[in-house]
Nanobody, 122 residues
Framework: QVQLVESGGGLVQAGDSLRLSCAASGRTLGWFNMAWFRQAPGKEREFVAVISRSGSSTDYADSVKGRFTSSRDNAKNTVYLQMNKLKPEDTAVYYC???????????????WGQGTQVTVSS
């Protein structure tokens, strides 16, 4: 079992930056590919980013490419999502997820955090 806890969300203005963290306990994070998803009110959960076990590979949704960066520190059992140039349409609950697959699809992940709210005002 892996427990994931996200933090770092908040209320910011358009153009600002935030860094989300996802801390894991229960198992070594290095076993898993890690992804970020988000869900806005009334919308389906959507893929944001994925980072491979070693951190050598990343993939991003087109909507965040060039603005968001995922990284990880396996020694600290933590994954990060640096979000720059935030837009109102980035407003959502952000979830981190752990899994064996390197996937853009949420059913590829076995473990999920509880989510952290990001709100971007215009």
């Amino acid at each position: 079992q892996v427990q994931l806890v996200e933090s770092g969300g908040g209320l910011v203005q358009a153009g600002d930056s935030l860094r989300l963290s996802c801390a894991a306990s229960g198992r070594t994070l290095g076993w898993f590919n890690m992804a970020w998803f988000r869900q806005a009110p009334g919308k389906e959960r959507e893929f944001v980013a994925v980072i491979s076990r070693s951190g050598s590979s990343t993939d991003y949704a087109d909507s965040v490419k060039g603005r968001f960066t995922s990284s990880r520190d396996n020694a600290k059992n933590t994954v990060y999502l640096q979000m720059n140039k935030l837009k109102p349409e980035d407003t959502a609950v952000y979830y981190c997820a752990a899994g064996n697959g390197y996937s853009r699809y949420y059913d590829g992940y076995n473990y999920w955090g509880q989510g952290t709210q990001v709100t971007v005002s215009s």
